[in-house]
């Protein structure tokens, strides 16, 4: 940790460093991806290694480029609206409600009330299936095997319900600008409740686990510490954030869809390594079961969705509308010239952001904590790259 | 040349003391064949239970219940293009499998199944045994160096450090169990591997019970060692496939690949085999020194030399665990599908357990029974180790390199320094 960050250049790897001789070798550099079973799809990391110790990172992205913001400047609203779920393609319905809110406030509409608690109930349900694939595949990269099955098994029945309510189970579309385009299928209170009880005890199941494992706590605890100003410094949001004790989530403090009428608590960590944001994402799972009981029970009578116009043209101007994903701060801003294409559209993707702190957290660490906070970091390469 | 054969039926030592080299070589091919075979049982059992630990059904397509997996495995890996790299270094390349497998192979020669059912016994066994098993290093490492490239050369750094030092626990937890054989009555201390099972049956006690929690505390440490030794999960950080791709043998493919497979998984069943000589008894049956009141009914069940009850009950066992398997595929018979292409499984697996229940018929005869009853104990307790090594690879998450050195050092050999000592003390003592 006492390495003096080099960041000038465009590697501060010195990778074209003159090659040492056999004996004098004792930096290694490990090309880890875009094909490494534990790189969360096609991420590349070169590591610069004294022996199994890290001395330093690059993260080479861009494998997953697929110009989403610039497709966007050739699609109405409406038409870009699905190619939202690509991006963070485990928490698609987010990623939708991210985006139709940020327009439905560039055209001063709101959605009704019953669509905004079938927002709240498809989003939280999302925010589960994203931390169990999370927790599943994190575990996975620790070498416990078993954990990604069980949790596999409990996010098909999440995904099941996506497929009952509008035909998808992955890229969903659930959600139009103005509101819902599917009204609630007959049922879908019973089954998310269902839900809800089936769930309950299978989180404790992880929990007993994995949460008094001893070697899981050894490979967790102080592995990949990042302080909260440093968190804050790095623009890191999400529950990396909220692990190193700064209680900042976006349903809260800025509440969007329905959420300021939930009663829920934001779980928070103290001391910022992957064992607490292992905690606070099960701890949020449960917070999630809690929002989702909440909603089902008070979902509303009415109409889904506002009344919108045939074509889409909003006013000229700019907005920045940000919600709180599963991985974090998810935000668009989306620039209006009048017309019915947007001039641009950015999106400030957790992930990407997240990605950031990856060197502070392991420099100094050994090659196994890589693999372990490449995991905890929770990214998509989807989102990454767009 | 018949006699010669033949009259090794008769003696009560092993054929390497014998000086019979026609049965020498006939254990030999037996134990790789039943080696071989295990493997590829293993490899199956591992792949269910470990399913079904985790919710799912693991093979089921080939053959009834996925039993034919392995033959199809080890078939396509026998098929496989076999890749030498480009810039690895030829000979050691090629001469690493080689290595592994032989140093794997080579410590059943040493390993009693029975009484006599062993090729030789060595006056200096245990340490032949430690000897060779550690061999295996050797070939590790070599086929990481050979491969030239990044993530074998770790992985084979990562297993070399790691095996070096838990050799030493382990060493420590053998000794404390050898040191065990010489407080016999009148007995002396003895590193042969029957010698060690005889002292077990002498003392009465085999040596996991002995010095409560001493043979205990000393199994556990080497239990410890033995899967960090084989490189299995918690320990596998040479292979770990979340880190290092496929560790040391990241560069090798088809048969010289499978090679490694088989060295892993006869290593695993050598060292269980070495804790289950020293530790529990051997081919001893439970409560061994038990004989109860002696059967012999005139006129109806007579023998020269009566056998007792408990004797009798206990070696009615391995046909009884034949018949209990036997009973079990006829259920899952019963239980397929009624689907006309599920009747050439149907068929296997009733034909498995009609060839089950024969075993178990053939079991029942008294002079194959009492030959095979020490191997059924040695193999029932080996299967013991072989499934809690499943068990672990599927709940514990993987170790971190420095923190398995940690456990190595400053854990598992004050524990087995300890426990020899302790053993020592408690031994002259009492």
């Not at chain 1, 809800?196 to 899981?216: C, G, H, M, S």
């Given at each position: ?141 620790i070498g416990a095997i078993t ?62 686990l994995l949460?008094t494992n001893r070697i899981w706590v050894e490979r ?148 196994a ?18 | ?41 293993m490899?199956?059992?591992e792949?269910?239970i470990l399913?079904?630990m ?50 794997a192979?080579?410590v ?18 245990i340490?032949?045994m430690l000897g060779?098993s550690s061999?295996g290093v050797?070939?590790i ?17 990562r297993s070399s450090a790691q095996m070096v030092s838990y050799e030493i626990a382990m060493g420590l937890a053998v000794v404390s169990a050898v040191l065990m ?15 060690i ?9 085999w040596f996991v019970f002995k010095f409560f929690p001493l043979g205990l505390i000393a199994l556990f440490v080497f239990a410890v060692a033995m899967v960090a030794e084989t490189n299995r999960a918690p320990f596998d950080l040479p292979e770990a ?6 560790g ?16 892993e998984y006869t290593a695993m069943l050598a060292v269980s085999s070495i804790a289950v000589t020293l530790w529990l008894g ?99 307790k080996v299967a013991v180790f072989m499934y809690l090594y499943i068990w672990y690879r599927g709940t514990f998450p993987r170790y971190r390199f420095d923190q398995l050195m940690r456990l190595g050092w400053k854990v598992m050999l004050p524990m087995g320094l300890g426990v020899l000592i302790a053993t ?7």
């Amino acid at each position: 940790m006492t390495e003096p960050t080099k960041t000038a250049g465009a590697s501060h790897l010195d990778l074209d460093e003159r090659e040492h001789t056999f004996l004098d070798a004792n930096e290694l550099v490990l090309n880890m991806g875009p094909q490494h079973p534990s790189t969360h799809g096609v991420l590349r990391v070169i590591l610069k290694l004294d022996g199994e110790k890290v001395r330093g990172t690059e993260c080479i992205i861009g494998y997953l480029h697929r110009g989403v913001e610039k497709i966007a400047e050739h699609r109405t609203y409406t038409m870009f609206n699905p190619y939202v779920d690509r991006m963070d393609y485990v928490a698609a319905v987010s990623n939708g409600l991210g985006y139709c809110e940020a327009v439905e406030k560039l055209l001063n509409i709101e959605a009704p009330p019953r669509a905004n608690y079938i927002r709240v109930i498809l989003t939280e349900l999302n925010r589960m299936a994203s931390h169990m694939l999370w927790l599943g595949t994190h575990a996975l990269d620790i070498g416990a095997i078993t954990p990604l099955f069980y949790t596999f098994r409990d996010r098909e029945e999440i995904l099941k319900i996506y497929e009952k309510y509008c035909g998808a189970r992955l890229t969903t579309h659930a959600f139009r600008i103005g509101g819902c385009q599917y009204e609630t299928y007959d049922g879908f209170e019973p089954d998310v409740k269902k839900f809800v009880a089936f769930v309950t005890p299978k989180i404790d199941e992880y929990e007993e686990l994995l949460t008094t494992n001893r070697i899981w706590v050894e490979r967790t605890r102080g592995v990949g510490v990042l302080s909260g100003p440093d968190c804050i410094d790095l623009g890191v949001t999400g529950p990396v954030l909220r692990a190193s004790g700064v209680k900042w989530d976006l349903r809260k403090a800025k509440p969007y869809a329905a959420y300021s009428q939930f009663q829920f608590d934001i779980p928070t960590g103290q001391n910022g390594d992957t064992y607490d944001r292992y905690l606070v994402r099960v701890a949020e799972m449960r917070q999630s079961l809690r929002i989702i009981s909440q909603a089902v029970e008070g979902i509303p009578e009415g109409p889904i969705m506002a009344k919108v116009p045939k074509v889409l043209k909003p006013p000229v101007g700019e907005i920045y509308h940000s919600i709180e994903a599963p991985k974090g701060e998810l935000g668009y801003f989306i620039v209006s010239d009048g017309s019915t294409q947007p001039y641009r559209i950015r999106v400030r993707p957790p992930s990407f952001v997240n990605l950031q702190a990856l060197d502070k957290m392991v420099r100094g660490q050994l090659v196994a904590d890589v693999v372990a906070v490449i995991g905890t970091l929770d990214i998509v390469l989807g989102e990454v790259d767009r | 040349m018949l006699q010669y054969i033949t009259g090794y039926l008769n003696s009560n030592v092993t054929p390497g003391q014998a000086g019979n080299w026609v049965w020498a070589l006939i254990y030999i091919l037996l134990i790789f064949l039943g080696i071989s075979l295990a493997v590829m049982g293993m490899v199956w059992l591992e792949r269910k239970i470990l399913a079904h630990m985790q919710v799912r059904l693991g093979p089921m397509r080939v053959g009834p219940h996925g039993l034919l997996q392995p033959i199809a495995d080890s078939l396509k890996l026998l098929l496989k293009e076999d890749i030498i790299p480009e810039s690895a270094d030829k000979l050691v390349f090629w001469l690493a499998p080689l290595m592994v497998v032989i140093a794997a192979f080579t410590v059943f020669i040493v390993i009693p199944f029975g009484p006599t059912h062993a090729v030789t016994d060595m006056n200096i066994g245990i340490l032949f045994m430690l000897g060779v098993s550690s061999l295996g290093v050797l070939g590790i490492i070599m086929a990481g160096w050979a491969s030239n490239s990044h993530y074998p050369l770790m992985g084979s750094l990562r297993s070399s450090a790691q095996m070096v030092s838990y050799e030493i626990a382990m060493g420590l937890a053998v000794v404390s169990a050898v040191l065990m054989t010489s407080f016999n009555a009148g007995g002396s201390g003895t590193l042969s591997m029957i010698g060690i099972v005889q002292a077990q049956a002498a003392q009465h006690t085999w040596f996991v019970f002995k010095f409560f929690p001493l043979g205990l505390i000393a199994l556990f440490v080497f239990a410890v060692a033995m899967v960090a030794e084989t490189n299995r999960a918690p320990f596998d950080l040479p292979e770990a496939e979340s880190e290092l791709v496929a560790g040391f043998h990241t560069e090798y493919s088809g048969f010289r690949w499978s090679l490694f497979f088989l060295a892993e998984y006869t290593a695993m069943l050598a060292v269980s085999s070495i804790a289950v000589t020293l530790w529990l008894g051997g081919w001893l049956r439970p409560f061994s020194s038990w004989h109860g009141p002696a059967l012999n009914i005139p006129g109806f069940w007579e023998h020269a030399a009566p056998m007792g009850a408990v004797d009798f009950a206990f070696s009615l066992v391995p046909a009884a665990c034949f018949f209990a398997v036997a009973v079990f595929a006829a259920i899952g018979t019963l239980r397929m599908p009624k689907h006309p292409l599920m009747k050439i499984q149907k068929g296997g697996l009733g034909v498995l357990a009609l060839v089950l229940a024969g075993i178990g018929l053939v079991l029942l005869v008294p002079p194959v029974r009492d030959r095979i009853q020490d191997i059924f104990w040695f193999v029932a307790k080996v299967a013991v180790f072989m499934y809690l090594y499943i068990w672990y690879r599927g709940t514990f998450p993987r170790y971190r390199f420095d923190q398995l050195m940690r456990l190595g050092w400053k854990v598992m050999l004050p524990m087995g320094l300890g426990v020899l000592i302790a053993t020592a003390v408690v031994g002259v003592l009492v």
